[in-house]
């Protein structure tokens, strides 16, 4: 999977549920509370809708920092090192793995081991 956003969508809730199904994905709604965290990776691929407000996501390898915001569609692989600063937001997340076998906390500590 390659690293992306994109921008502007206008999808419902249920339209990025039948997008995430529709790449194999399995869907899950999340009020994502907020976070200032440390660098970190997670061992799954995802891909993201945001329905509501957004977060600053900073790239380790690059320094850079991408704010996504409301509309906004994320491809995300497993592995990419990175840290998230936000007041919280609500999003559709579809992982490549069934969530009941997720492992808590989602965020993997620095290296990267995948």
């Known amino acids: 999977m390659e690293r ?9 809730e249920e339209q990025a549920i039948e997008k995430i199904r ?18 970190h990776w997670h061992d ?11 977060l600053d996501v900073t790239d380790m390898e690059t320094g850079q920092t991408v704010s ?7 491809n995300a692989p497993g592995g990419f090192a990175h840290r998230e600063k936000h007041d919280g937001f609500k999003a559709v ?4 793995v ?5 492992q808590f906390p989602l965020e993997r500590p620095l290296p990267v081991t995948a």
Do not use: C, K, M, Q
């Open 68 to 74: 996504i915001v409301e509309g906004d569609w994320v």
């Open 22 to 39: 529709a790449l194999g994905f399995h869907p899950v709604v999340v009020e994502v509370p907020p976070a200032d965290n440390e660098f």
């Open 44 to 54: 799954f691929d995802s891909v993201f809708y945001i329905l509501e407000r957004g």
């Open 4 to 12: 992306g956003i994109e921008s502007g969508l206008t999808l419902t």
């Open 98 to 102: 069934d969530p009941e076998t997720l």
């Open 93 to 96: 997340f579809g992982v490549s």
